[in-house]
């Protein structure tokens, strides 16, 4: 990959003209992420792989200028008293160096820290936000799971590390709704906007998206404030703390759909993340409230693929009602364990998907390594050669 891609020229003063043609350039190279820091040549993510994407490093005078100049100074001011800061950044139009009527939006976070040997420098982290809605038809998704993801009302969560498509997956969910369910009325809470959802093809009335730090203060004053709006699907960008869990199960629970993310690595992790976020002394309350609302916790992974791309894989559980059932029987402490020993009875984990796609010659051996370890690796050959054995 790195051998087609050609570095960009980002010597002389970085502009923000000049950045924004980078920005073009990269992009329509396939970079799903960017990383600008001082000190340091320009990188970007081409399908999971770091490719160098300037042709020299870039002097930390003249990353803040650019910042101020992409966002303002008061964004300079805010990472230079170590608060980083998250903002979307949309380039449109010929005045952006694009044809008429062609978008490019991104997710930027922007942070201080110490790079190249500098004690302060800056760090600008960008993802790429493509503009064709992604079809959930073509995505990969087990007809089973894409068929549990509409019910009347509850929670369903889509869960995986930073990069993990999680984005892209719900956005597949939302135009799935828009094009097929015109009684489904879509609001979003996001941090900010991905994907705008929307448009001639959208049947029911347009979905509205809002956006923290710009239209509310917080994920659980948007939701409030989206249940005084009769929706039929809540979407929220990121569960993250207390009251955003607490504010999605009440969504859940009071007859709406609610689709949200966590950063979870399985599906009985991210039962226990969801119930320890409480104090120990509300624990079990909240099991209780949990277990009403949640319809489906799907983990999402993108792993690099043979072929130089990668591929999604995901483990997840329909929490029907003899599911809820069993549950219900069960300390909520055992929960996990029990969801456990589902996944792999129907040989469902994360890693059972990893390791078909390895017998496959789909991945290579380093990705089964890198998602489950090496000592999984070594057991599973070994099975595998009694298997053939016998």
């Not at 120990?280 to 099991?287: F, K, S």
């Amino acid at each position: 990959m790195s051998a087609e891609f050609e570095p960009f020229d980002l010597d002389g003063d970085l502009t923000v003209r000049q950045f924004k043609a980078f920005l073009r350039h990269v992009t329509l190279a396939g970079a799903s992420d960017i990383l600008i820091q001082s000190g340091d040549h320009a990188w970007v993510e081409i399908h999971g792989r770091q490719v160098r994407a300037s042709t020299s490093t870039l002097k930390h005078g003249l990353i803040g200028p650019l910042i101020e100049g992409l966002f303002g100074s008061d964004v300079v001011v805010q990472v230079g008293s170590g608060h980083p800061v998250d903002r979307s950044l949309q380039m449109q139009g010929i005045e952006d160096g694009l044809e008429r009527g062609q978008v490019m939006r991104f997710r930027v976070n922007v942070v201080q820290a110490v790079l190249a040997r500098l004690q302060k420098g800056y760090s600008i982290t960008m993802r790429t936000i493509p503009q064709d809605i992604p079809d959930i038809h073509k995505q990969g998704v087990d007809d089973e799971l894409l068929a549990e993801m509409y019910p009347a009302k509850g929670l369903v969560l889509v869960c995986g590390p930073t990069g993990s498509g999680k984005s892209t997956f719900l956005a597949g969910i939302y135009a799935n709704a828009g094009m097929t369910m015109p009684d489904r009325k879509v609001i979003t809470c996001e941090d900010p906007v991905e994907f705008v959802l929307g448009g001639q093809h959208w049947k029911g009335p347009q979905p509205a998206q809002s956006e923290i730090g710009r239209d509310f203060g917080t994920f659980a004053e948007s939701l409030r404030a989206a249940m005084r709006r009769k929706p039929s699907i809540v979407g929220i960008g990121e569960i993250r703390d207390l009251e955003t869990i607490d504010a999605a199960i009440e969504v859940g629970l009071t007859g709406h759909l609610c689709l949200a993310t966590m950063h979870t690595d399985s599906v009985p992790e991210t039962i226990n993340r969801a119930i320890q976020i409480y104090p120990p002394a509300q624990q079990a309350a909240v099991a209780s409230r949990l277990l009403g609302a949640i319809r489906v916790i799907v983990v999402q992974r993108l792993l690099k693929t043979t072929d130089g791309r990668r591929t999604a894989i995901r483990e997840y559980l329909v929490f029907d009602r003899e599911v809820r059932d069993a549950l219900s029987a069960l300390p909520y402490d055992q929960w996990a364990r029990y969801m456990r020993h589902q996944l792999e009875a129907k040989q469902g984990t994360l890693d059972d998907k990893a390791w078909a796609l390895l017998q496959a010659g789909r991945i290579p051996e380093a990705e089964f390594v890198e998602l489950a370890g090496a000592k999984a690796l070594r057991s599973r050959q070994a099975f595998a050669a009694e298997s053939e054995a016998a």
